[in-house]
């Protein structure tokens, strides 16, 4: 008898099935098969191995139902990255899986098998290289750079202020790699994934290039990855970040842009993988070469580049003498101690904006905020209005003239007066909403955009916002960290960042470190051809550290600093951290089991683990959250930690009072 392992779309590692003797001949590793779990649930899984090993403790092996494949769906190569991913991230394979594929080939019904059709030698593998440039010596020498460093490591890091032309470089780069005849993954954040970017590398690359969006339905992602299954020809895949699951037969280049960025890590569901080290994983397998690139590297990757783990390349100046931007900081602590801000403006501020519309050129506001107020608050009593399924304070939003938590989504009437004492309220902080409000009072005849999760809500929503302002139909783009990113435009004169306080003082060891790369991606966004840009920086701590590492553009200081502290502190990157997570709807129980997990763990980790705490938002949908860290040292074995946490989990797991309680982990959280 042959018995299959199944990987199944629930959170479990596989499910052993028997294979009946006349599907013998047609299924095998990485092959989707139906199959039954429980008494009523059919499911496509995915076989992971086809072996003769009973399964043990069973008295009855259900049988597979049918085989949906003529050919494996899962190349053996993809199975064992799924694998690492699982094992890396203490995530089960059955969400890999999920993550891993997409939706239609999951859900499988007969007749969808017999309406499929594999559109064969849809890639094209020879195309037009029009659109490229000749290289400048700076490009020519890092580029020289680039390639003598693959030499000696498989793992390059291209550090180039903004706009000093590393598009350029991997054009030419994916380019050689194309005439060699090996794919490319192009790597992008979803957010940077624009249009801009897409039609830069269309017209170079034209059909040998594939676009692979979170955005695209089932049925369009199913496309691609059923195009790349059946080819192993040259082509580009221009991708976010679960890319990296689709079937690469001969990958030889992974570029990661804007490598520093916190979205590659995927944070809810699991497995919370990061792209940029499962890309750095993905090339290993396939002995390609990774080039990551961005202006302001995340401490991770400049602290291997600098010990000589990885390549370091450096782009200093940006292209075609084009100057950074100067820097003015503006002391908010002592205008608003002297009456002298007007709204969350400053008279400076103010003065450069009116400036910049008068010469005809754009303008970008900066508020890490969205909403009308951060807050609500009795003028009275102090109460303020607060989720009720969420520990968190609810944000005020003019235009629907409602209350909304920026956890779960759920909506509150705003009260007339305070229900504790009848007074009145008052809005509390400033959000883009508010500034919106304001620039319009100060600038009546300016055309004014506002770019957030409130007004882009949608792909074309957000592609519209950017389209106008690049054609120079808006004059003011207010926004939160979206302006920030991928964005490339020569009429931008004058950034404006409202306050910096805010994300400086978030509770976070990477506090200064995102601080610092979001103050230079957004002033980066400053300066066009001929005139140096100018940013305005506003702030209430104009002393502190990281303001004049940004002021100086002085990358090097920062992380010196930053690099100090986290030793200090035992913190990434001298260290690995994982939260462990623990999560219930009962309070008093979870507080209990959570003393006792800590202390299972702490028999295995001592001091290394901290904990149980309460996370900054402790309760989310109802659900109460604990969290415990785990500070190991690089040099000690994943695998045994691994082994030591998934014990115990197992252990605590057995007591009744664990029943309802859900486990899960974020290994290099960020
Ligand atoms: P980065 O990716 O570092 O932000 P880009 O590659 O986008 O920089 O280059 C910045 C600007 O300079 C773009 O408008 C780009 O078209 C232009 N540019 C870069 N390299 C060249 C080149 N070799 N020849 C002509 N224009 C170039
Ligand atoms: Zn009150
Ligand atoms: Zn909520």
């Known amino acids: 008898m042959r018995y299959a392992d199944v990987i199944l779309p629930v959170p479990f590692e596989t499910f052993t099935y028997a294979v009946p003797p006349q599907m013998e001949e047609h299924v095998g590793e990485g092959f989707r098969v139906l199959v039954e779990l429980g008494k009523t649930k059919h499911y496509v899984g995915v076989v992971l191995r086809v072996h003769t090993t009973p399964p043990q403790g069973v008295s009855l092996v259900k049988p597979v139902l049918e085989v949906l494949d003529d050919e494996r769906s899962v190349t053996p190569q993809q199975l064992r990255f799924w694998q690492w991913i699982a094992a890396y991230y203490l995530s089960p394979l059955g969400d890999v899986y999920k993550a891993a594929m997409p939706g239609s080939m999951k859900k499988e019904t007969k007749l969808a098998k017999r309406q499929r059709q594999t559109k064969n030698g849809k890639i094209q593998s020879s195309y037009a290289a029009t659109g490229l440039s000749q290289f400048s010596p700076a490009q020519q020498q890092a580029y020289d750079e680039i390639l003598s460093s693959w030499r000696e490591t498989d793992v390059t890091l291209l550090h180039g202020v903004t706009s000093s032309g590393k598009t350029e470089i991997y054009i030419h780069l994916i380019r050689e790699m194309l005439a060699q005849g090996r794919q490319v993954l192009y790597l992008l954040p979803e957010i940077a994934l624009t249009t801009q970017i897409t039609e830069r590398l269309h017209r170079v690359f034209g059909d040998a290039m594939m676009v692979y969006h979170s955005k695209f339905t089932d049925r369009q992602r199913e496309e691609v990855y059923r195009n790349l299954l059946s080819t192993s020809k040259a082509f580009l895949i221009l991708g976010v970040r679960s890319s990296v699951f689709l079937p690469f037969n001969n990958l030889g280049l992974v570029i990661v842009d804007e490598e520093h960025e916190t979205s ?91 400036a910049a519309l008068e010469r005809g050129e754009q303008v970008i506001l900066f508020q890490n905020r ?35 938590c920026h956890y779960c989504g759920a909506t509150y009437v705003l009260p007339e007066r305070c229900p504790q004492c009848g007074e009145v309220l008052k809005m509390v902080g400033t959000g883009t909403e508010r500034i919106e409000e304001q620039v319009q009072k100060f600038f009546p005849e300016a055309r004014i955009a506002r770019m957030d999760l409130d007004t882009a809500t949608t792909r074309s929503t957000y592609e519209q916002i950017i389209g106008d302002f690049a054609a120079g139909q808006t004059d003011i783009l207010i926004g939160t960290q979206m302006v920030t990113k991928g964005l490339d435009f020569d009429r931008v004169s004058v950034v404006g960042i409202l306050d910096a306080d805010t994300m400086l003082n978030q509770p976070d060891f990477r506090a200064y470190e995102r601080t610092f790369h979001v103050l230079m991606q957004v002033a980066g966004r400053a300066g066009r051809k001929g005139r140096r840009g100018k940013v305005i920086l506003q702030t209430r ?78 309760r989310i949908s109802s659900f109460h959250i604990r969290k415990m860290i785990l500070k190991v040292p690089l040099t000690a074995s994943v695998t045994q930690v691994r082994q030591c946490l998934l014990a115990v989990q197992q252990q605590m797991m057995q007591r009744p009072l664990c029943t309802n309680l859900n486990i899960y982990y974020d290994v290099d959280p960020m």
Request: with cysteine; charged share 25%.
């Open 264 to 354: 590659y890590k995927q944070q809810e569901p699991a497995p919370r993988y990061h792209a940029r080290s499962a890309a750095i994983m993905l090339a290993r397998q396939h002995g390609a070469k990774v080039l990551l690139g961005t202006a302001t590297p995340s401490m991770e990757t400049l602290h291997l580049a600098r010990q000589g783990r990885y390549g370091y390349v450096r782009l200093t100046q940006r292209f075609a003498d084009m100057q950074l931007p100067d820097i003015e900081v503006v002391d908010i602590a002592r205008l608003k101690f002297q009456k002298r801000m007007k709204g969350a403006f400053s008279q400076r501020l103010i003065d450069e904006i009116a």
């Open 541 to 618: 701590s104009a002393d502190s550290p990281v303001v004049q590492h940004v002021v100086e553009n002085d990358f090097d200081a920062m992380y010196a600093e930053q690099m100090e502290e986290r030793t200090i502190f035992h913190y990434p990157p001298q260290n690995r951290l994982i939260y462990i997570y623990l999560r219930h709807r009962d309070a008093d129980l979870l507080n209990h089991v959570a003393e006792d997990y800590a202390a299972a763990l702490r028999k295995h980790f001592s001091d290394q683990l901290l904990g149980p705490d309460r996370p900054p938002v402790s």
């Open 370 to 404: 969205r909403g009308f107020s951060s807050f609500v608050q009795c003028r009275q009593c102090g109460w303020v209005p607060r989720c009720e399924h969420c520990d968190v304070s609810l944000t005020y939003h003019k235009r629907t003239h409602a209350l909304s």
